[in-house]
């Protein structure tokens, strides 16, 4: 793969980054969601590099330890590497960040390990979005490392979950999202994970990584490496890169205004790369953008190939202004590497070029989400309560992470329910909460051993399915509503006085 060392060092002061632009990017970040994980409560900030406005985590999760990279290894990085929030507790520890349900998104999640913990030991942990696995996050000492998906929600907010594998404390150093016009990175089927994105048209000399304000999606450009057979091409004028098209990719004219072609005109300009996974689906986006003037006796037309087999053309850049071919069905090879090459049409005068690329892992995410009314019941729950327990991510899914007290049913292809609540000893303070009728589908449910008062709800006689009822040691008041006696009477129901414990039949 080509990426390069320190892969998130955007030393975008090394650009004459002027203040018109500086201050430009300041406004023009609508829909921009920029977390620096670490960072101090009710702190925020502007980047001093790009503008991007930074805020705190603590509004984000309830968990964790803030932390600092040490100073030797995070100056050469943008602000956010400067602090991490680690994990030593909790096999499972999320963000729940709100967003706009069906809606694109771009989530790069962000790691330097920086020595922040005085070990010199770097460990090895998951990233999950929600219930499923979104990839293994590797690391080195001195080396920030990054993970980006495409993404559309199927709810209102995302969790994002470090997960403990016992190889080390899951950390993290920032959580970005940014919209992205729905009608770019078509796909038919799931989600997108990054694996490279290289801007192809830089010179060696010039290792330049372009983001945010030159890309007003926010995009990381990498310098393309492999350039030793390549010369670049390039134009003063601006490329029209659709940024006022919802259906553009708004590709950033920093980027597209540079491109390759091959030092020998006949030679193909070939991509080869490893592959992360040969079993896994993936998706190339190709942008073109013609930057030389042609002639009326000259042509550039080319074809694509992937691993032999022509999958595009003959086709011409268009002149000042950008094209992106992607595949319309997703690809895989069986094999460990991928040659994706741009090839001299046979009538074509000039040879081929290309400005810039990008390659991703098709995720499926299958594992469902818990049924949304009762997330929203049992967040209530927390809420009204303050409870304590790391009650992180979905109630139910993945299995192994089920919340503790809450037990699940789990049926093939649907959203997990919940069907027991054991809330016993857990230091509830006030009234039996409404939101709790909300658990349509609750067996059982303990409130035993507490600190509850008021009156017992009539709601409690209203689940259909309720089979085990406690409310032992509590400081309830009033009468036992109806619908419960009439359980006990018809042999269901064992009611003791005062300490108001119930069972049914069974238990």
């Known amino acids: 793969m080509p990426w390069t060392s320190k892969q998130l060092l955007f030393l975008v002061a090394g650009f004459a980054l002027n203040l018109m632009l500086l201050v430009h990017s300041r406004d023009d970040q609508s829909g921009f969601i920029s977390i620096d994980c670490g960072l101090h409560a009710n702190s925020s900030y502007n980047e001093t590099k790009t503008g991007i406005k930074y805020i705190s985590d ?69 990233l999950h979005l929600g219930p499923n696995l979104w990839d293994t996050v590797s690391l080195e000492t001195s080396i920030a490392t990054d993970k980006e998906l495409i993404y ?13 594998t016992g190889s080390g404390v899951p950390f993290i150093s920032a959580l970005e999202l940014r919209p992205l016009p729905n009608a770019s990175y078509q796909t038919k089927t799931g989600s997108l ?47 029209n890169s659709e ?7 708004q590709l950033p004219s920093v980027v597209m205004s540079t491109a390759s072609t091959p030092k020998y005109p006949s030679d193909s300009l070939s991509i080869i790369f490893s592959l992360p996974d040969i079993n896994a689906e993936y998706r190339s986006y190709l942008h073109f953008a013609e930057v030389e003037s042609l002639q009326l006796n000259q042509s550039r037309l080319q074809y694509i190939f992937r691993n032999g087999d022509r999958t595009f053309g003959p086709f011409s850049p268009p002149y000042l202004s950008t094209e992106t071919i992607y595949s319309t069905d997703a690809w895989s090879t069986g094999v460990n590497d991928v040659n994706i090459s741009i090839t001299r049409a046979e009538n074509s005068t000039l040879p081929p ?4 690329f990008e390659i991703y892992m098709v995720k499926h995410f299958v594992e469902p989400e818990t049924n949304q009314e009762d997330v929203d019941a049992i967040s209530y729950i927390k809420s009204t309560y303050n409870i304590k327990r790391n009650w992180q991510g979905d109630p139910c899914a993945p299995q192994v992470y089920v919340w503790q007290g809450v037990k699940c049913n789990y049926q093939e292809f649907e959203s997990p329910r919940i069907i027991s609540l054991n809330l016993s000893s857990s230091g509830l303070t006030g009234e039996i909460a409404a939101s709790i009728s909300n658990l349509t589908m609750v067996q059982s449910l303990d409130l035993s051993n507490n600190s509850l008062t008021g009156p017992i ?26 619908g419960l006696i009439e359980k006990k009477n018809n042999g269901f129901l064992s009611l003791r006085k005062q300490r108001f414990v119930t069972y049914y039949r069974g238990y």
């Not at 994970?193 to 990584?209: I, M």
């Open 58 to 126: 603590a509004t984000f999760i309830d968990t964790g330890e803030s932390q600092s990279t040490l100073p030797s290894y995070g100056h050469e990085y943008q602000d956010p590497y400067g602090s991490v929030r680690s994990f030593p507790e909790g096999a499972r520890n999320c963000y729940k960040i709100n967003v706009t349900r069906g809606n694109k998104y771009l989530i790069r999640a962000s790691f330097l390990y920086g020595n922040y913990d005085g070990q010199d030991k770097i460990p090895e942990f998951e």
């Open 152 to 164: 559309v929600p199927l709810r209102n907010y995302i969790h994002v979950c470090l997960v403990n």
């Open 243 to 249: 940024s006022e098209s919802e259906s553009g990719y």
């Open 353 to 356: 070029i290309l400005n810039a």
């Open 193 to 239: 994970a990054l694996v490279t994105r290289n801007d192809t048209g830089q010179t060696p000399d010039n290792r330049t990584g372009y983001r945010y304000p030159f890309d007003i999606l926010d995009r990381f450009w990498y310098l393309y490496d492999d350039l030793d057979d390549w010369t670049q091409l390039n134009t003063s004028s601006t490329i």
């Open 457 to 482: 709800p009539d709601f409690l006689s209203k689940f259909p399915n309720l089979t085990v009822l406690n409310l032992e040691k509590n400081n309830f008041t009033g009468s036992v509503p109806v």
